[in-house]
């Protein structure tokens, strides 16, 4: 088992920045990639970005390429998101997953993310 706590989600003007952290605990040796995925009010969960948890390995969706980085700091089993020039359309709530080795999908179940909110 797994365990994951998002933080870092605050109230940020258009074209700020922002630093989403994801702290890993548990079983960590079971994890094969991480990601970061959102959901605006209104709409479905989307995929947002993804880490090897070796750390090579990135993906991004379209909507945040250059804007956003993932990366994951080993020493601290946390994984981040930073997140530049940031838009009003970037507002959702922001969670964390783990893909398991050996697994083909993320995990179903999800935490209770962190809340990002773009104002114009």
């Known amino acids: 088992q797994v365990h994951l706590v998002e933080s870092g989600g605050e109230l940020v003007q258009a074209g700020g920045s922002l630093r989403l952290s994801c702290a890993a605990s548990?079983?960590?040796?079971?994890?094969?990639?991480m990601g970061w995925f959102r959901q605006a009010p209104g709409k479905e969960r989307e995929f947002v970005a993804s880490?090897?948890?070796?750390?090579?390995?990135?993906n991004y969706a379209d909507s945040v390429q250059d804007r956003f980085t993932i990366s994951r700091d080993g020493a601290k089993d946390t994984v981040y998101l930073q997140m530049n020039s940031l838009k009003p359309e970037d507002t959702a709530v922001y969670y964390c997953?783990?893909?398991?080795?050996?697994?083909?999908?993320?995990?179903?179940?999800w935490g209770q993310g962190t809340l990002v909110t773009v104002s114009s």
């Open positions: 548990g079983r960590l040796g079971t994890i094969y990639e």
């Open positions: 997953n783990y893909k398991p080795r050996g697994e083909i999908n993320y995990l179903s179940a």
């Open positions: 880490i090897r948890w070796a750390g090579t390995g990135t």
